[in-house]
């Protein structure tokens, strides 16, 4: 089975592509709109560079290459949502093509990136009529068209929430509602491929691709052929039905869009730095320091300046150090971390000491604490032994448990429980959990 | 003044005017009705966009009212810049003040018509292929449309976006100086627009000419012995005169059609009765037949007919064959142009091959009859070269022949100052204006 997307994303800008109306949901229809995105005869579009920037940021992210110069084309087709009824898009020369990207080990080839304006958006009223709001009209949108890599509809889901994720971390786009992200799902089981159009959100997309797969399988069964066609997903029905005869036959008689110049963005490209995708980072912290995939997935999810974190303790100290500390004080008090640079050198400053064979284990635990905490060490030392010494002394009584830990770590749950009950609360079960790892571990 | 209504009565320059003109304004102007103005509608001479009243003024309008300027009215035109004679219009039919059964021609008609018979007056026309200098030579006035990108198109209704220039038509030469550089400028509402460099007048003097061999081919007589005669003018006030060979102009006029056509046909996609044109449409159709039958009914014939040429060159198929090879062409023009001009200061020719028409001779032309006496006014506009029309005799019957020049990309300057020359040495003849 082959499956090849074409995602679009709404871009964070903070006004509309062509023109200055806002991108913030309005509240009444048609209000975010002015004659530009409305399509007024007389209005022209004025590119918005910050479009530009943010795609050519996702292009890089997907190790696209980049002309030197790009342009805008028009899409012409009569729907009434279009207000032109040309969209401004790009045809000849997208801002970035022949990427990839790595789904865990396996590479998903990028055909082509290229911005577009977004349409407005058709609402039905009654059997009879439907309205038009233009607020959605030119608002930036990037398209990312896949090779058809993807093997099973679960792994097109996968991809799409991870990429989704990595894009969203690139341009520091805000967690949005799962239906901005609407999909064209191209899929084949053998020869003769399908493509569902507009497919809103991931639920809805594995749902089409899933039942594509199933109805090209039986008809293949059947002895029948599959028809090279157009189809649409029905949402209330979870099916996939044909599309118009129209609309397959589009010709969209792409031109260049006159009012709008050739763009130069080579030097732009170079002057953009893609920060370094969650994904991106595990597959290179495992790759670089010879850990755990599940660890560096462990550190990243939790917080990427927290891997990045691990990162210098680990030039510092060396990489089981790094690992132990992040991984257990440091990641349980990240979330409450009211972080400075002097913390941080504090911090690396102690870690430092701990492995230079200056302080103990327990010392080096209380000053972290206390620096993340932003508490007394003294204090922080003084619950901290409380804590240890309760461990400790349950652990005397109960010496099973360091056996059963050594085969199951969800041993280390009694502990938690005996604390949490003998303290009501007195202490984090951050600090809980990771004080009982840390002696158990130290008893082993 | 005269009045505007009586004036309006005979020779039907406008789609809509003032009623009450202000004596004391420094100056009166119209403009052409593809020129979004807020106070008045505006329908480009279309009925698909009849009823439309624009939110925002066109930049040449609203520059020439910052400067105290009073606009008269919207001028009539072929529909949407169709046209050579005005004739395809959906609403009035300008007619030629020298003769009131011959056209004014066009597209810029009642632009150039409103020069002609109002005076002082300063009109706003627009030109594509030659909207500006055609009806500036059938209505014997001054004509000067500016390099491509020199005036913001910022309320200009498209016709072909790469190819439209706004500029102005006057009775008097030193209008064109006056005004133009008011109108020019960047804009930063047209991006196509901030490329210019300023326009600076210096009085550069037109020294020398080229005149292409082929531009004296295909001229009626009297257009070819007036030519001739303005040659013999020129050279008497000491501007050499040399012919030359210009072996691209002949695939100018196709290529223009196809870029035009193409364009056009994308920016009329969006009159779908939807928005903007009468609203009687069955709203019980699906919108895509909703489209079709208001489309079939309120577009002219040349709209729909410039719509079918230009979505067919722009299919898939076709597009590389046409589209694409006439934005080659277009380079190959303006190169030919390029290397003409860095030997002389312009290209002359006669504007039109023959005088303003009869409308009953029009009705029998083809449209392809009709495109090709566009052949002198189309290399240059799409080469988006400055040209300026001149009156430069008049026939047997007292109609106005033009010629024009041609100046090199941003060059304005020395067609301004040619045509403030040539008014000294030729004696203009006005319309007698019957009301």
């Not at chain 1, 009569?78 to 020369?93: A, G, R």
Request: charge should be negative.
């Amino acid at each position: 089975m082959r499956i090849g997307l074409e995602i679009h994303v709404q871009l964070p800008t903070r006004s509309k592509m062509f023109c200055s109306c806002p991108t913030t949901s309005a509240e009444s229809p048609n209000t975010h709109v002015c004659p530009t995105c409305l399509g007024m005869p007389g209005s022209r579009p004025v590119l918005n560079r910050r479009a530009l920037e943010l795609g050519l940021t996702i292009a890089k992210m997907l190790g696209c290459s980049i002309p030197d110069t790009t342009w805008f084309s028009r899409k012409t087709y009569f729907y009434p949502d279009l207000c032109k009824h040309f969209q401004i898009t790009q045809y000849d020369t997208p801002i970035g093509e022949k990427g990839v990207y790595y789904l865990g080990k396996k590479p998903i080839r990028i055909t082509r990136v290229h911005l577009e304006e977004d349409p407005g958006k058709t609402k039905r009223v009654g059997d009879q009529s439907s309205l038009v709001d233009y607020n959605r009209s030119g608002i930036p949108l990037v398209e990312i068209v896949t090779e058809p890599d993807m093997s099973t509809p679960a792994e097109a889901r996968e991809f799409l929430s991870s990429l989704i994720a990595d894009i969203r971390h690139a341009i520091g786009l805000q967690e949005c509602d799962e239906r901005s992200i609407r999909c064209d799902c191209n899929i084949s089981v053998k020869e003769e491929r399908c493509e569902v159009k507009n497919v809103t959100g991931l639920k809805n997309c594995e749902r089409a691709l899933m039942y594509e797969a199933v109805r090209q399988t039986k008809v293949l069964k059947a002895g029948g052929r599959v028809e090279r066609e157009t189809r649409r997903f029905d949402e209330e029905r979870k099916v996939t039905l044909p599309a118009r005869k129209k609309e397959l036959e589009a010709d969209y008689g792409y031109i260049g869009e006159p009012d709008l110049g050739v763009y130069h963005i080579g030097k732009m490209a170079e002057g953009i730095k893609v920060r370094e995708s969650p994904q991106n980072m595990i597959r290179r912290l495992a790759q670089e320091y010879g850990i755990e995939t599940a660890t560096a997935r462990q550190l990243v999810s939790t917080s990427v300046p927290l891997a990045e974190f691990f990162e210098t303790l680990a030039e510092e100290t060396d990489v089981p150090t790094a690992v132990t500390w992040t991984a257990g004080v440091i990641s349980a008090n990240w979330k409450s971390y009211d972080r400075s640079e002097e913390s941080d050198r504090r911090m690396v400053s102690a870690v430092k000491r701990l492995f230079a064979g200056e302080i103990t284990d327990t010392e080096c635990s209380i000053i972290l604490k206390a620096v993340m905490t932003g508490t007394d060490p003294e204090e922080a030392g003084r619950s901290s032994e409380d804590l240890d010494a309760m461990i400790g002394s349950f652990l005397d009584a109960n010496p099973s448990i360091v056996e059963d830990y050594r085969k199951n770590e969800k041993a280390a749950n009694r502990i938690i429980g005996h604390v949490m009950k003998e303290t009501g609360g007195a202490h984090p079960s951050s600090d809980i959990v990771a004080a009982a790892k840390r002696i158990l571990e130290s008893r082993l | 003044m005269t009045s505007l209504a009586s004036v309006n009565g005979r020779y039907r320059m406008f789609r809509s005017f003032i009623e009450s003109i202000d004596e004391d304004a420094p100056f009166h102007f119209s403009a052409k009705d593809n020129l979004t103005s807020s106070a008045f509608e505006t329908c480009a001479g279309s009925r698909v966009l009849e009823g439309y009243r624009p939110a925002f003024d066109a930049a040449p309008i609203s520059r020439l009212s910052d400067i105290g300027g009073q606009l008269l009215g919207k001028t009539n035109m072929d529909e949407f810049g169709f046209g050579t004679f005005s004739a395809n219009s959906a609403y009035g039919i300008p007619l030629n003040p020298f003769d009131t059964e011959r056209a004014c021609g066009g597209s810029s008609g009642g632009a150039a018509c409103a020069a002609a018979v109002l005076d002082g007056h300063v009109a706003l026309g627009v030109s594509t292929g030659g909207s500006i200098s055609c009806p500036a030579s059938f209505c014997g006035v001054f004509g000067i449309t500016p390099t491509y990108g020199r005036v913001s198109r910022y309320g200009l209704i498209d016709y072909a976006n790469s190819l439209d220039k706004p500029g102005i038509l006057s009775a008097r030469a030193a209008d064109l100086s006056r005004y133009l550089p008011v109108i020019s400028g960047r804009d930063p509402r047209d991006p196509t627009s901030c490329m210019q460099p300023d326009l600076v007048l210096t009085g550069r003097k037109l020294r020398s000419v080229a005149v292409p061999e082929t531009a004296l081919e295909g001229l009626s007589r009297d257009v070819e012995s007036a030519f001739r005669t303005a040659i013999g003018t020129l050279e008497g006030m000491g501007v050499e005169v040399e012919t030359v060979d210009m072996p691209t102009l002949r695939y100018a006029m196709p290529a223009y059609y196809i870029l035009a056509t193409s364009e056009a046909s994308t920016n009329l996609a969006r009159y779908g009765g939807m928005r903007y044109g009468p609203q009687d449409g069955d709203l019980a159709l699906r919108f895509d037949d909703y489209f079709t039958d208001f489309r079939s009914r309120y577009f002219g014939d040349e709209a729909k007919r410039r719509i079918l040429l230009g979505t067919f060159t722009r299919m898939v198929g076709f597009r590389d064959r046409y589209y694409t090879k006439a934005l080659q062409v277009r380079e190959v023009v303006i190169n030919d142009y390029r290397r003409v001009l860095d030997d002389h200061d312009a290209v002359l020719a006669p504007t039109m091959p023959f005088v303003a028409p009869r409308f009953d001779d029009i009705s029998r032309m083809s449209a392809l009859d009709s495109y090709k006496a566009d052949y002198l006014t189309v290399p240059a506009n799409l080469a988006g070269m400055p040209h300026l029309s001149v009156p430069c005799g008049y026939d047997g019957g007292g109609m106005p022949i033009g010629m024009q020049l041609v100046a090199d990309h941003w060059c304005e300057d020395v067609l301004l100052s040619a045509a403030l020359d040539w008014e000294k040495g030729f004696d203009v003849r006005r319309p007698e204006v019957m009301e």
